[in-house]
């Protein structure tokens, strides 16, 4: 495992935070999608901007690479060797976005760039509703996709916070790192 995806089901599926500890555990690099397709002030990179932006992480020898984003996700399965999918139940994901919006209310999150205050928005909760049974059903085609496209590519399902926290103990902890 040199190139890893870290997708979800949808918001909230803890793609970020995982990435963030498999990257501790692992010592690879951590990129978040959200951080290179935003810029301040919530302002939408462009597909061309964002395209080349990925790029750019993908000429990494090691990387995990966080996000869904349709744009770029072929690219980014070209390279990887490893695909994780969180697939948390829409209760979970949802309960998640909103702890998430109040407990940053007012600051940025680690994984956004500056100026990218935490918000919230109704439609933004009623797409994670509306899409959640259509993505899974689309996840676990990519996934097999991603399995199939060459030999040694892996693909790794994690379904609920037992799981995912018996992946991570696969790993120590690298000295001088910490888990969250």
């Not at 061309?48 to 932006?53: A, G, P």
Request: some cysteine; hydrophobic content about 40%.
């Amino acid at each position: 495992m040199n190139k890893i995806m870290v997708i979800g089901v949808s918001a909230g599926a803890g793609k970020s935070t995982f990435a963030r500890e498999l990257g501790v555990r692992t010592g690879l690099p951590v990129h978040h999608l959200d951080a290179h397709f935003w810029n301040a002030g919530w302002v939408e990179s462009t597909p061309e901007e964002f395209i080349e932006k990925t790029a750019i992480l993908l000429r990494e020898k090691e990387w995990i690479i966080d996000g869904n984003y349709s744009a770029t996700f072929e690219m980014r399965a070209a390279e990887a060797d490893t695909m994780i999918y969180l697939e948390l139940p829409l209760r979970v994901c949802l309960y998640r976005v909103l702890k998430r919006w109040v407990s940053n209310l007012g600051h940025t999150r680690p994984d956004m760039p500056e100026s990218c205050e935490e918000k919230m928005d109704k439609e933004f909760l009623s797409f994670i509703i509306r899409t959640y049974a259509t993505r899974k059903v689309k996840m676990r085609h990519r996934l097999q996709q991603f399995e199939e496209a060459r030999p040694g590519n892996r693909s790794i399902i994690l379904r609920g916070k037992r799981q995912i926290e018996g992946f991570l103990d696969t790993f120590p902890v690298m000295k001088g790192g910490f888990s969250e």
